[in-house]
């Protein structure tokens, strides 16, 4: 058992290397495939990469009354800091607010001193509240909105919440997000499962050279397995080759496309992105590589093993 | 050793390319199977190798049905017979070496016995030199010698050849004949189909004819009539 497989792969070995040409067709046909099915991976991590940066941007902001008590303040924010879906509370005191307004409004001397002339800050303080996924925000306005205790006897101590505002442009950046997520995603599908079949028919044409060859062997006594065996070899090693010619690839497309997107993806370096999963890359593509040039060498060969 | 039992080949269109043919061989005979072009000689050795099934009728080696074997045990009942085809049919992408070795390593043989085996059957068809030779590079003479060197490499009770000189020359006509009667004395069956004249003549052994799919004779000591 052990002689004939050893038998196999050195015969699917010496086989590929004799049929060069062909071989090296199928070699470069599988290592489009490989680099598609690898682009799928690098797409689906800039687009969650993107997601999780907009996402990131998006908060809520509660405004309080400019006579709000800071303790009642600090309540809110560990009540708020309590719920589940609540990433992160930040507190903005008066001060800090307006020392912000300022610094942002540095050049627009006119608004500066219409401040100057106040006789007190007239900013109150805020919460800005991150939640884990942008679709809880909704609850957590309305928890604040619901909340007795937040409006203590002194009246209202929330002036406004600004999630109404910012609203519908969450609702729109999600649902663009996803869109362009899922559009994406089928894009390459149905890329990968193209070149896919393409890899499958240069297997099978370059197979069906040689089925003279497999009636020949069946004729002289060999059983179909051992037949089968180097043809499924020179697939493996084809799948192989193929899968670290794409990671060879990717190496320069990725350090390349890393430093020309990096500022348009928001910081995302395709390149380090690469070099940190090169592990999950690799035996992605080793992977399919190998199961591609396997499954389409015994899937060509079945067909000609009928004598 | 080989017997035909009422073989009938129907194609699918209707024409008939064999037609109720009973026949048996002996081992150690030297049969040689005559007839035009579409007598049913080569449809007659497909139904022995079963690379074809008859329409009705059994064919039997050793007392057993070769159709009824499964596809996945083929393989052991065709190590039993070594072929020899007209168009040669050797494995393009190996050398000469390598074709012969090949019927070895798929009967599963030891290293060390191809090692020793092959060089002596390259000898034995007179082709020690020309080893490492692709087809492509051999006439067409010294591919058949190979393709014999293949049919014989496992000491098979029976050699089936199926028009083994119809590509050849005289001269390499007359060596392919030779080393199969050799082969025959050694004690091997041999039975090959052929129309050319000369050939039967020469052998001086049993003799069948046929003609449009049916046997016409049957004779011991034959000549080729027609």
Redesign the interface.
Known sequence: MW??IK?MVA?GAK?FV??GAVSFATVLVMTVTLAIIGSLIFLSAILGNTLSALEDKVDVNVYFVTNAQERDIIAIKERLEDIPEVSAVTYTTREDRLAEFRTRHENDQLTLQALDELNDNPLGAALSVKAKDPSQYQGIVEFLEEDPSISPAGGPIIDSINYFQNKTVIDRLTSAINATERAGLVIVIIFALASTIIALATIRLAIYTAR??I??????????A?IRGPFIVAGVISGLLASILALLLFYPATWYAGTALQNWLGGFNLFSYYMSHFGMVFSILVGSGILLGALASWLAVRRYLK? | MIYFDKVSKIHRDGTPALEDVTLSISPKEFVSIVGHSGAGKTTLIKMLLAEDRPTEGTVFFESADVHAFPKSKLHHYRRKIGTVFQDFRLIPNKTAYENIAFAMEAAGRPEDEIRSDVPHILDLVDLGGKGHHFPNQLSGGEQQRIAIGRAIINQPDLIVADEPTGNLDPVNTYEIMDILKKINELGTTVLITTHNKGVVDSIGRRVITMDRGRIVRDDMQGQYVL
């Not at chain 1, 062997?217 to 179909?224: E, F, T, Y």
């Open positions: 002689m004939m038998r015969t086989n004799r049929s003279d060859e009636a020949v062997m069946r004729l002289v006594g060999a059983s179909n051992y004598i």
